[in-house]
């Protein structure tokens, strides 16, 4: 059993990382890796996000949205699908949770909140979180294992984030032909890091 949850880990976060592999959630990627600090905290709460939407959608889409969900309810029910209200509902999961963090942000970590600016509440339409959802949806998880696929999809694209940042930071000591500069020079690090990242592919998990 263990060994099945850490084969889910290190799939999401290697082999399938969601920035390098379905390049999923790459608008704040790419402009939240210019400092190490701010990737760092969007990493945090991008895991953190991912770590709490992706079992919480699973519940709500085995007790309300899937086909014969709603028997526990009722047996007239049973025959309900709402499955065609999955999209709207995860979204509105994943809106709430980033509420949540972005109030705890603004709290107790002011200077993080100020630094992250608009790109913390828009981490509610990142398409890596509701990805992993509805890839959970695809494959069948269950609830422990739609968990652990939530955090290693989150950490694995925090380490994406952080490692671009990174090298971001490096090559401003360096000079920089100006027709690359800015984010020329950055989609080609993405792709050399993608290319980089196919080398998990050969894991045999």
């Known amino acids: 059993m263990f060994e099945d949850y850490l084969n889910i880990a290190v799939r999401a976060i290697f082999v399938e990382n969601m920035a390098l592999t379905f390049f999923l959630g790459m608008c704040s990627f790419l402009a939240v890796s210019k400092r190490v600090t701010t990737a760092v905290g969007l990493g945090a709460a991008v895991t953190f996000v991912l770590t709490v939407t992706v079992p919480l959608?699973?519940?709500?889409?085995?007790?309300?949205?899937?086909?014969?969900?709603?028997?526990?309810?009722?047996?007239?029910?049973?025959?309900?699908?709402?499955?065609?209200?999955?999209?709207?509902?995860?979204?509105?999961?994943?809106?709430?949770?980033?509420?949540?963090?972005?109030?705890?942000?603004?709290?107790?970590?002011?200077?993080?909140?100020?630094?992250l600016g608009v790109f913390l509440p828009l981490i509610a339409v990142n398409c890596a979180i509701l990805g992993a959802s509805l890839l959970m949806i695809e494959r069948g998880l269950t609830l422990p294992e739609s968990a652990v696929f939530g955090f290693g999809s989150g950490l694995g694209w925090a380490?994406?984030?952080?490692?671009?940042?990174?090298?971001?930071?490096?090559l401003r000591y360096h000079a920089i032909p100006a027709a690359l500069r800015g984010l020329g020079i950055t989609f080609l690090l993405t792709g050399l890091m993608a290319i980089a990242f196919m080398a998990f592919g050969g894991i045999q998990l």
């Open 159 to 170: 380490l994406a984030v952080i490692a671009l940042a990174g090298i971001r930071e490096r």
């Open 57 to 115: 959608n699973h519940f709500i889409n085995s007790f309300l949205l899937r086909p014969g969900a709603l028997g526990w309810v009722n047996e007239g029910l049973a025959a309900q699908d709402l499955s065609f209200l999955r999209f709207l509902t995860f979204i509105g999961t994943i809106a709430a949770t980033v509420q949540v963090v972005e109030m705890v942000l603004d709290r107790h970590f002011p200077a993080l909140h100020a630094a």
